[in-house]
């Protein structure tokens, strides 16, 4: 929640100017780690942004901060190693996301404040949001990678987590046998696998014959084909969904081929991974992290909860027994 807003406020004014010294510093430290020379000159052009961006908050609120805290460093830290870990991608995803919260953040204040002293002071920035700095970030990502398939991975690698998590539950609470709940479980998450590989394909195929159907239709009346081609190929996408929940239900199901006799080891080590992924959903979309992490956490819960509630029903009303 942001907090009031006027000149006078220290809360604000550290939330916003921290803010930005953490964009500059993620920038500075992205470009001296990218050989990429397009990443390069994005980045060139960010900082001076982002430092004028500084340099102005800093002189509304008459406040000077020139150290992140502990939290941001932390923040910065991880940022920057994953990206030296993981390259030019991850450094085009990065960039996309923190535009995102910026443009999130700055909007919600607009909506809040626009007929204060804040919201007139909004106005540049959100012109360098929207105009520039948005615009800068958006074209290079467009050139090199595809955020939505990124997305995709990982809501593929969530649900194969969550749903499979649920599954094992519940096979402990019908069979309570550790060899049962392997067989089960594994050939529940395959054909969840499958599933989810199809639904991905069929999708993607029906809307490819969908823009194919329109580029016809457009192209027959003689009028311009604004529709953009699609990046995603559905049988690729397809398997790279698939492998994703394989990915996300081996972390319930590893425990119990490594000697686990019960739920619990599966469910600790999911709710990590929960946490985890929720973390990079969240910032990918822009979403609150706390919220989506929370959000996610209930959600495992309850699947293990019902779960495993209902393979107790299902063992006191059959008499399951292994």
Not at 96 to 111: H, M, P
Not at 145 to 161: A, Q, Y
Not at 218 to 226: A, I, P, Q, V
């Amino acid at each position: 929640m942001i907090p009031t807003a006027h000149r006078n406020d220290p809360t604000l004014a550290r939330l916003l100017i921290l803010d930005e010294l953490f964009d500059l510093s993620l920038y500075k430290a992205l470009r001296d780690i990218s050989t990429d020379t397009d990443a390069r000159n994005t980045l060139d052009e960010l900082v001076l942004i982002e430092t004028r961006h500084l340099a102005f908050w800093q002189k509304f609120f008459d406040m000077k901060l020139e150290r992140l805290n502990l939290g941001r460093r932390l923040k910065l830290w991880c940022f920057t190693w994953l990206c030296r870990l993981f390259g030019s991608t991850a450094v085009h995803l990065v960039l996309e996301a923190i535009e995102v919260y910026g443009v999130r953040k700055y909007l919600a204040l607009w909506n809040s404040y626009q007929d204060q002293p804040l919201g007139e002071a909004l106005k540049g920035i959100l012109q360098d949001e929207f105009k520039h700095e948005d615009a800068l970030v958006t074209k290079l990502t467009e050139r090199k990678i595809n955020p939505e398939k990124i997305r995709n991975i990982f809501l593929g690698l969530n649900d194969g987590l969550v749903e499979i998590l649920g599954a094992v539950s519940g096979f402990f609470g019908a069979f309570g046998d550790a060899v049962t709940v392997l067989i089960a479980a594994s050939t529940t998450a395959v054909a969840g696998a499958l599933s989810m590989a199809a639904g991905a394909f069929l999708a993607l195929n029906s809307e490819k014959e969908v823009r194919a159907m329109e580029a016809a239709k457009k192209r027959f009346l003689g009028e311009e084909n604004g529709s953009a081609e699609m990046q995603e190929q559905p049988l690729k996408s397809a398997v790279f969904v698939g492998g994703a929940y394989v990915i996300g239900a081996l972390v319930p199901v590893l425990p119990v081929l490594f000697g686990a006799k019960d739920a619990l080891v599966s469910v600790l080590t999911a709710g990590t991974m929960v946490i985890l992924v929720s973390s990079i959903l969240a910032f990918l979309s822009g979403m609150e992290m706390k919220r989506r992490i929370l959000l996610n956490l209930v959600i495992i819960t309850v699947a293990v909860s019902v779960s495993y509630a209902i393979g107790l029903a299902a063992k006191q009303i059959w008499g399951i027994a292994v």
